[in-house]
């Protein structure tokens, strides 16, 4: 805090050079800083130039321009109007002469001056300065620290639309790229097929026109087909991504969970049978707004993932459940299988990934059951225990059903 | 009885997929003539102007389905159009099992979908379901 007291500035204005002196001798004790006029005119000379005082001292009887005569046009001026007048005077009779002018404080003392009373009413003024000029210098600190807050949220907006901005661009790059992989995988595995044709075509072509008979020629013609069919089913399941990719706005209705359960066990009843699986249906929601293709491909990708992977130790038992809260309708197929390490369990949901090898299957299943379950704004979650069984979880939105569940 | 058709077209661009589909079809002999097209325009061309004297007209047509210079889609478009009486049946004949060709190819008048590359397995069991074979 600056020390305002040092700054105290008062101007003293009498006629007589010894009634001058004696007010400064009394007043010198308190640190102030002085200016003496010997008339009203030299006052107002004084503060032509000068206009810091905080206080003036006026004696009301000199000769020309009386005390009351020059404070009337010293408050004439805007600058001047804040500094308050002491007027010393003789007698009470001229109390109320200096009325009737409301700026600047007014106060009177008089003579014989008491030195104590002249002390304590310019204590009372220098004091009433101080408490004001530390206002003004808090308001303007306020007003600093304003600015500065000010400046900084511009900053920080500036940088957040900079950077929304920027976030904006990377987004529709990321769509773009997005797009450009789907079609690339549709392309390619659309491009793929006719010369794998081509090649299948011709290799039978050749094995028919040698008739060959030879173990090894055999063999390797087993081989090849081996090759072919695989490098076709590859291609198929490509094309089932990419028509997931494409698709997934297309055909919402409302599709019942039962209809669709029936027809996936009959789809692989072959298997159910084989394998003695138990399926165990509770349905607490019969239905969901959904594209009925990807609800069927999601049902017969897990449970035939569940029968497929059951444990030859016990008897394979599957709960297929349906159940809703606030916001999801919930989707649970749960078995007593192999079940999974959870240390690959992060791999599970990858394209063409596989923790198991001693059955068929191409690692695709799941990679799509995800894609359409996210596409579709919901979310898959899985709990495994090696040798124990395994839980999906498919979380579909119901609320905003028209966007989010198409 | 088994009986053999006088004339089937063929049309696709793919020479090589064209090398195996003749070969099947000849080894087949289920046709006297086997005519071959690159791509739709050039067999509606022949379509118009062929008649059972000099240039004999397919019972059976094999059509490949992405073509340059006219697809499989143009080209039954125009096909629909011939004034023609005794035109032959169209077989699909494609690697692409899209689903949005099958869809759109539904509209047309199509006797039967193969998938690349014809076999003579392929053949006889067209043979059996469309010509009593």
Request: aromatic content about 8%; some cysteine; overall charge neutral.
């Amino acid at each position: 805090m600056e020390d305002v007291s040092s700054n105290i500035k008062i101007l003293l204005v009498d006629d007589r050079e010894d009634n001058l002196r004696s007010i400064q001798v009394v007043l010198e004790k308190d640190g102030y800083v002085f200016k003496k006029a010997s008339s009203g005119q030299q006052a107002l000379k004084i503060l032509l130039h000068e206009v810091d005082f905080t206080l003036i001292l006026m004696d009301v009887l000199m000769p020309n321009l009386n005390g009351f005569e020059t404070a009337s046009l010293i408050y004439e001026r805007d600058k001047l109007k804040h500094i308050p007048i002491i007027f010393i005077t003789a007698n009470n009779n001229d109390n109320n002469a200096f009325k009737g002018y409301q700026a600047g404080a007014v106060d009177y003392i008089y003579k014989p001056i008491n030195p104590d009373l002249l002390r304590a009413k310019v204590a009372v003024f220098v004091e009433l300065y101080r408490k004001n000029h530390l206002l003004l210098v808090q308001e303007k600190k306020l007003l600093q620290i304003n600015n500065e807050l000010e400046e900084r949220v511009r900053k920080r907006t500036e940088e957040l639309n900079r950077k929304n901005i920027e976030l904006e661009l990377k987004n529709t790059e990321l769509i773009r790229v997005n797009n450009d992989l789907d079609n690339f995988i549709y392309t390619a595995s659309h491009d793929l097929k006719a010369p794998i044709a081509n090649i299948e075509g011709l290799l039978t072509a050749l094995f028919k026109e040698f008739n060959i008979t030879d173990k090894e020629y055999l063999k390797i013609k087993e081989m090849t087909v081996l090759s072919i069919n695989r490098f076709k089913s590859t291609i198929q399941d490509l094309t089932k991504i990419s028509i997931v990719q494409k698709e997934n706005s297309e055909d919402v209705e409302t599709v019942m969970f039962k209809e669709l359960l029936d027809e996936v066990k009959l789809n692989i009843k072959n298997n159910i049978e084989k394998s003695n699986a138990q399926l165990i249906i509770d349905l607490g929601i019969s239905e969901i707004k959904f594209s009925r293709k990807n609800m069927r491909s999601i049902l017969y990708n897990l449970i035939s993932n569940a029968v497929k992977y059951s444990s030859t130790e016990r008897l394979p038992i599957i709960n297929i459940s349906t159940r809703k809260t606030d916001k999801d309708i919930i989707l649970s197929v749960s078995d007593n299988g192999l079940g999974m390490n959870p240390a690959y369990q992060h791999k599970l949901f990858g394209m063409f990934k596989r923790l198991h090898d001693h059955v068929e299957g191409s690692g695709i299943g799941l990679y799509i059951v995800k894609r359409i379950i996210e596409n579709n704004g919901g979310r898959i979650e899985v709990k495994s225990e090696l040798d124990v069984g395994t839980t999906f979880n498919l979380y579909f939105k119901t609320k905003d059903t028209n966007k989010l569940l198409i | 009885m088994k009986k053999k058709i006088n004339c089937t077209l063929l049309i696709d661009d793919d020479v090589v997929s064209n090398f195996v589909s003749e070969k099947v079809i000849q080894s087949s002999d289920i046709t006297n003539e086997l005519m071959v097209a690159q791509n739709g325009h050039v067999a509606f061309k022949y379509l118009e102007k062929c008649s059972s004297f000099d240039n004999p007209c397919p019972e059976l047509i094999f059509l490949d389905v992405n073509m340059p210079v006219m697809d499989a889609f143009d080209f039954l478009k125009l096909y629909k159009t011939l004034q023609k009486k005794d035109k032959g049946s169209v077989v699909i004949l494609t690697s692409s099992d899209n689903p949005y060709d099958v869809e759109h190819l539904a509209q047309f008048e199509i006797m039967g979908y193969i998938n690349k590359p014809l076999t003579n397995e392929k053949i006889t069991e067209l043979m059996e379901k469309n010509y009593g074979w």
